[in-house]
């Protein structure tokens, strides 16, 4: 086929233990989806149905090895979120809960780096969160671990630090929304296609990185990924 441009290279991901990588398709996130999260962005942790946002393919960064992202134009607020992600293997749509984990191809580590000020000031002006969310490399993704070898974890300690001192601590069981749901409730609105990424939420505890901050996230099991802002 002849493009008219140069087509965009396709973001990908290690998988453990595989040779072949991970193709990411598109990102999902769901917001709020720790009750003290919630409360610290000063929201009620109410069990309303989730919301999602999106952020770009090229927001994915392989941070299988130490990886770095670029301190973000236009904010003086730049935060981590480290969160549990679910790679999709198999589409759908109208999945049911109780068959949803059938889609899931694994579950890595992963940080929704946001330009919180933005974000605010947007939310604040009932504006879309696009420039304080949705931007490229805002998405370092440790190794894929496939489901087939780890299963479906539903309790797991998550953490980070930066430059050694802690920041976020809490367990993936306090998921407001387990993964199950959050993608049923997902494939009523959209049709998910192999490829898919979902980011599960945050938990409390997110702040602010400068330039040559060392970020180190994990969560039990998924192993860690050492991210560094660059300027």
């Given at each position: 086929m002849q493009y008219a441009v140069p087509p965009p290279q396709l973001p990908t991901l290690s998988v453990a233990?595989?040779?072949?990588?991970?193709?990411?398709?598109?990102?999902?996130?769901?917001?709020?989806?720790?009750?003290?999260?919630?409360?610290?962005?000063?929201?009620?942790?109410?069990?309303?149905?989730?919301?999602?946002?999106?952020?770009?393919?090229?927001?994915?960064?392989?941070?299988?090895?130490?990886?770095?992202?670029?301190y973000p134009p236009k904010t003086a607020n730049y935060h981590h979120e480290i969160e549990l992600v679910v790679?999709?293997?198999?589409?759908?749509?109208?999945?049911?809960?109780?068959?949803?984990?059938?889609?899931?191809?694994?579950?890595?580590?992963?940080?929704?780096?946001?330009?919180?000020?933005?974000?605010?000031?947007?939310?604040?002006?009932?504006?879309?969160?696009?420039?304080?969310?949705?931007?490229?490399?805002?998405?370092?993704?440790?190794?894929?671990?496939?489901?087939?070898?780890?299963?479906?974890?539903?309790?797991?300690?998550?953490?980070?630090?930066?430059?050694?001192?802690?920041?976020?601590?809490?367990?993936?069981?306090?998921?407001?929304?387990?993964?199950?749901?959050?993608?049923?409730?997902?494939?009523?609105?959209?049709?998910?296609?192999?490829?898919?990424?979902?980011?599960?939420?945050?938990?409390?505890?997110?702040?602010?990185?400068?330039?040559?901050?060392?970020?180190?996230?994990?969560?039990?099991?998924?192993?860690?990924?050492?991210?560094?802002?660059?300027?």
């Amino acid at each position: 086929m002849q493009y008219a441009v140069p087509p965009p290279q396709l973001p990908t991901l290690s998988v453990a233990g595989r040779d072949e990588r991970f193709p990411v398709n598109r990102i999902f996130c769901v917001g709020r989806n720790y009750a003290a999260h919630a409360r610290e962005m000063g929201k009620d942790p109410d069990r309303d149905p989730p919301f999602f946002f999106m952020k770009p393919a090229n927001a994915a960064v392989d941070a299988t090895q130490k990886a770095t992202v670029p301190y973000p134009p236009k904010t003086a607020n730049y935060h981590h979120e480290i969160e549990l992600v679910v790679a999709i293997g198999k589409g759908g749509r109208d999945i049911p809960v109780d068959g949803a984990l059938e889609h899931v191809y694994g579950y890595a580590v992963g940080l929704d780096m946001t330009r919180r000020d933005l974000q605010l000031e947007a939310r604040d002006k009932g504006r879309p969160w696009e420039f304080g969310k949705s931007f490229a490399l805002s998405a370092p993704v440790g190794t894929v671990h496939r489901a087939q070898d780890i299963g479906h974890p539903s309790e797991a300690a998550i953490s980070l630090t930066v430059n050694g001192q802690p920041r976020q601590a809490s367990d993936i069981a306090k998921l407001i929304w387990s993964v199950s749901e959050c993608i049923a409730h997902l494939s009523e609105y959209e049709t998910l296609e192999p490829g898919d990424l979902i980011m599960t939420g945050t938990p409390e505890g997110v702040n602010a990185v400068v330039t040559g901050d060392e970020m180190r996230g994990a969560i039990h099991g998924l192993g860690e990924i050492v991210v560094t802002v660059t300027a």
